[in-house]
């Protein structure tokens, strides 16, 4: 009798390990994609580069694509006008189809000035989801995923979409966003009450943002972040939650393999950061639709009687223009940009600029800097004015932007310098009582002080001196050819 049990227990288990099994799948994680070319002097990045790994990724197993966040804008190609419309974004969603993109969340950028966000998401083949922005009259939008859940083989993933509280003390934007915390919180436990075996958080927020969404302890099984631009690798929360960020611009990418074992329902991920490097020949297809896109925008430019490949000049030193960079400290080029805007007008003492209009999130390598460049430094165009102020609202707005490092309100400057605790103005200490002349990003006047309250407060005796106003890309160009010397056809 006790034979014939022992058989049995040996018989139940052989069946129930020939049950069990290991589901695998690849995550190729991709955030805040701007550039469809390689960057960096062509060292890093560019899709049809990307199309070639995601080609190797597809042979060997079962790959899923997501982006988290920020496709649409900024770019000097999406901000080309063809018969009055600007390209907006319509270039990114076209090349990730012919990609076969599977999903992407929301990020800040969707949303920028020129973008028609909803037409752009009508004409995507691939998921657009987010689970907490809403149209600005609280309803969704009618091709916005609220979550996602796919299969594979026997087992449920469910996608988590959560983008940052961007408009918070802004009006008459086309969306809102729901508290990111608490939504997440929601649905995730939705998504795991419906059978989910396994969730990932695709968020475009800070990290500090990140952190404490895995401090919630939720049952996430992997957040993929986005917005930072810098790669990104930690693990955070009560359940060590892993967290990744790639570089913007596909200048890398991370690969996570997913193990699931259906007996135990566990998960294993082992998550590989990879640059996208020359050592990806470029996709043949996707090379010729990025140049295509290239052309257009190039043709675009060239009717509006712009030459993008002109060479304004040869550089003798890097150029830094990282957003992680533009937006914490002074950087060579965000220099010659401040200067560009002082020089632009004669009886100007200093020149102030936001870090956020500096948007080519890339390193310039020394040598031919063409007017391409400039486009892609400057892709929002932009002027500057000319204003008086008093020096007590001069330190108010230097203090504030000070306080703004990180974001785009972060301030670049001209001819200002702080000295232990003081603010100073060509070597002097700046007189509170005493009313300057300062060369200030138009924008920044005219968008509600762009975040900065010293801009929007009537009694900071902020007034304009003259209508007249400087183009700050033909600025930048001079400002260049004066710094480097004129180029010599």
Same mark, same amino acid.
């Given at each position: 009798?006790?034979?014939? &049990? ?61 982006l988290g966040g920020d496709l649409l804008s900024p770019s000097a190609i999406g901000a080309a006008s ?17 990609? @076969? ?77 729901? @508290? ?34 895995? @401090? ?30 790639? @570089? ?75 957003? &992680? ?22 009886? #100007? ?35 500057? &004015? ?16 000070? #306080? ?9 400057? =001209?001819?200002? #310098? ?20 300062? =060369? ?50």
């Amino acid at each position: 009798m006790l034979r014939i &049990s022992f058989l049995i227990i040996v018989v139940f288990c052989v069946s129930l390990s020939t049950q069990a099994k290991k589901v695998k799948l690849t995550v190729l994680q991709v955030n805040d994609l701007y550039e469809m070319t390689p960057v960096t002097g062509n060292k890093y990045g560019g899709l049809a580069r990307l199309q070639t790994l995601l080609n190797q990724l597809r042979k060997k197993s079962k790959t899923i694509t997501i982006l988290g966040g920020d496709l649409l804008s900024p770019s000097a190609i999406g901000a080309a006008s063809i018969q009055g419309r600007n390209i907006g974004g319509t270039q990114m969603i076209d090349v990730l189809n012919h990609m @076969d993109w599977d999903y992407m969340t929301i990020g800040n950028h969707e949303f920028d000035s020129g973008i028609d966000f909803k037409a752009r998401v009508k004409q995507a083949e691939f998921t657009v989801f987010s689970s907490n922005v809403y149209q600005a009259d609280g309803s969704r939008f009618n091709d916005v995923k609220d979550t996602i859940t796919f299969k594979v083989d026997d087992i449920t993933i469910g996608l988590v979409g959560i983008m940052l509280r961007y408009d918070e003390g802004k009006k008459n934007l086309s969306y809102k966003t729901t @508290d990111q915390f608490e939504m997440a919180s929601n649905r995730v436990n939705y998504l795991k009450e419906n059978g989910a075996d396994i969730v990932l958080a695709v968020t475009h927020q800070s990290l500090s943002d990140d952190i404490k969404l895995a @401090d919630l302890g939720l049952d996430i099984d992997l957040i993929l972040g986005g917005h930072e631009h810098e790669n990104m690798s930690i693990r955070r929360g009560p359940k060590f939650t892993h967290i990744t960020k790639a @570089d913007a611009n596909a200048r890398s990418v991370f690969i996570h393999d997913i193990s699931y074992d259906t007996n135990r329902k566990t998960v294993e991920i082992e998550s590989k950061l990879e640059f996208i490097t020359s050592k990806y020949k470029e996709d043949a297809k996707i090379s010729a639709l990025v140049s295509q896109w290239k052309k257009k925008a190039f043709d675009a430019y060239r009717a509006k009687g712009i030459e993008p490949n002109q060479v304004v000049t040869n550089s003798t030193e890097s150029l830094n223009g990282l957003e &992680s960079a533009v937006r914490n400290n002074s950087t060579r080029l965000t220099e010659i940009i401040a200067n560009s805007a002082l020089h632009g007008f004669p009886n #100007a003492e200093l020149s102030i600029l936001n870090g956020g209009s500096i948007r080519i999130d890339d390193v310039l390598p020394p040598g031919e800097i063409s007017y391409y460049d400039i486009l892609r430094i400057l892709p929002f165009g932009g002027e500057y &004015s000319e204003i008086s102020i008093p020096g007590k609202s001069i330190i108010s707005l230097l203090s504030e932007g000070e #306080a703004k490092k990180g974001s785009g309100s972060y301030l670049q400057y =001209a001819n200002v #310098a702080k000295v232990g605790e003081k603010w100073q103005i060509a070597g002097e200490a700046i007189i509170e009582n005493k009313i300057y002349t300062a =060369a200030i990003a138009s924008y920044m006047l005219e968008k509600g002080g762009s975040g900065l309250f010293t801009l929007s407060n009537e009694n900071a005796g902020i007034e304009k001196t003259t209508s007249q106003k400087i183009d700050a890309r033909k600025a930048l160009f001079k400002e260049l050819q004066t710094t480097y010397g004129i180029n010599q056809l």
